[in-house]
């Protein structure tokens, strides 16, 4: 299996403009996480999905943000419009259940966002 | 607020020593114990569990749980500039929701 593969690996744009982050989770498993990494606040959960259903999104920090999961195989997570306090770190990471829920991610290359 | 408290380091440990990694949590009922390593511009990867008290060894890796004291530790034996990284601790809490530590950084002085 190629893990959790994630584009793209590095985006700069410009403040106002809509950002598209992507994701293919590890095949079988059924949920999927979006986080985010900066230096001040490490790693924060924005959103994660079960079964392609989002659970939970508190973590989103404002409207701006937008998470889909159409299928098993594909997530996109969406800005718009974008800031400079976006830039970061996105990773996605999927897991599979078992008989617990959050058990051992599998993290994606991350995409690195840069918003002048 | 549940949280998981972790020293920022730097940890500076001359190779082939013991690196001991410590994390605490405030959430008593937490089930699940996880250490990640992430290198430095890379994504964070899984590499001990421990679910019961007492110690998991993994080669040269040992977690050990204390949920009395409510700490998670981590040794490495003989240590290597390879194992240079930050590790974070992750722990599942009673409402099964996976609290991140904000990392320890560890450096390994050939």
């Known amino acids: 299996d190629a893990g959790v593969i994630q584009s793209p690996r590095h985006e700069v744009t410009e403040m106002g403009q809509e950002v598209t982050l992507r994701c293919k989770p590890i095949s079988g498993h059924d949920y999927l996480f979006w986080y985010r990494q900066t230096m001040m606040r490490g790693l924060e959960l924005l959103i994660y999905?079960?079964?392609?259903?989002?659970?939970?999104d508190s973590g989103m920090p404002e409207d701006r943000f937008s998470a889909k999961m159409p299928n098993a195989s594909f997530s996109t997570l969406k800005i718009q419009p974008s800031e400079p306090r976006d830039s970061a770190v996105y990773f996605c990471?999927?897991?599979?259940?078992?008989?617990?829920?959050?058990?051992?991610?599998?993290f994606g290359s991350g995409t690195q966002l840069s918003v002048l | 607020q549940k949280e998981v408290e972790q020293n920022s380091g730097p940890l500076s440990v001359p190779e082939g020593a013991i690196a001991s990694l410590n994390c605490t949590y405030s959430?008593?009922?937490?089930?699940?114990f996880f250490w990640y390593r992430q290198y430095s511009g890379k994504s964070p990867e899984l590499i001990m569990f421990i679910y019961s008290n007492g110690d998991k060894e993994d080669g040269r890796f040992t977690a050990q749980l204390n949920k009395a004291s409510q700490y998670v530790s981590l040794l490495i034996r003989d240590s290597q500039p390879s194992d240079s990284a930050t590790y974070l601790c992750a722990v599942l809490d009673s409402n099964y929701q996976l609290i991140w530590g904000a990392g320890t950084k560890l450096i390994i002085k050939p």
């Open positions: 959430d008593r009922g937490s089930q699940s």
């Open positions: 999905f079960n079964n392609n259903v989002p659970i939970d």
């Open positions: 990471a999927s897991s599979f259940q078992g008989t617990a829920t959050n058990e051992k991610l599998f």
